[in-house]
């Protein structure tokens, strides 16, 4: 087996949107229902020796512009030892649905918001940080709304990849592990719907974070 990098004693902050938040504001609390609860439990598993603080901090329906916001509460002050983010969905939904909205946001502000959360939290904490690229389980080829998604996203993905290289940061290429699945299986082995994973979609995830910090 690989050396595992998360260390014993250490603290890992989980952050996004309702893909990470999963219930743990309501009964699923403090984890949630989903891959941070998972991994939390495979980890749990496979190294009991070690004592690692999971905080879930993913919040439903936010977007980069509304992680800056809260940053500083739910993440510097933790100063935790790691740091994993996952966001970018609602980001790229609210500038396809209304560029206008001041709300939206493009990719030239999914970029810039982004590189504030993780140069920031690079200047006041020593945390080593994952970034996991948004993804969307659909292979529609229709003129939807679903193949819109699917034809701006690898730009947001894109973002991710050249923060992860600016910055030394570890990858979860979540969008290409999904894309693989659906040569094999229906995507609703995975989700119902293209954007909140199932379990089976949960687990995928959790396993890749799994394997990109074992070395995998």
């Not at 743990?24 to 439990?41: N, S, T």
């Not at 809260?70 to 002050?77: A, G």
Request: proline share 4%.
């Amino acid at each position: 087996m690989n050396e595992f990098l998360i260390k014993d004693g250490q603290t890992v902050v989980m952050q996004g949107d309702s893909i990470t938040d999963a219930g743990r504001r309501a009964d699923a609390a403090p984890y949630g229902q989903g891959y941070v609860a998972i991994f939390r439990e495979m980890v749990t598993a496979l190294y009991p020796e070690r004592s690692i603080t999971f905080l879930n901090k993913g919040i439903g329906g936010q977007k980069t512009t509304e992680l800056k916001e809260r940053w500083d509460d739910d993440v510097i002050r933790h100063q935790p030892d790691w740091l994993t983010i996952m966001i970018g969905i609602n980001d790229l939904h609210t500038y396809l649905r209304n560029p206008d909205d001041p709300e939206a946001v493009s990719v030239e502000r999914y970029r810039e918001t982004y590189d504030w959360l993780v140069s920031r939290t690079r200047a006041e904490t020593e945390a080593d940080i994952v970034l996991i690229d948004p993804f969307y389980i659909s292979i529609s080829s229709q003129d939807t709304f679903r193949k819109r998604v699917l034809e701006t996203i690898p730009d947001y993905i894109a973002v991710v990849h050249e923060l992860a290289e600016k910055y030394d940061t570890m990858l979860v290429k979540m969008h290409d592990v999904y894309t693989n699945c659906l040569k094999y299986l229906e995507s609703e082995e995975f989700c119902l719907e293209p954007v909140h994973p199932a379990r089976g979609g949960h687990i995928a995830i959790a396993l890749a974070l799994l394997k990109v910090l074992q070395g995998i």
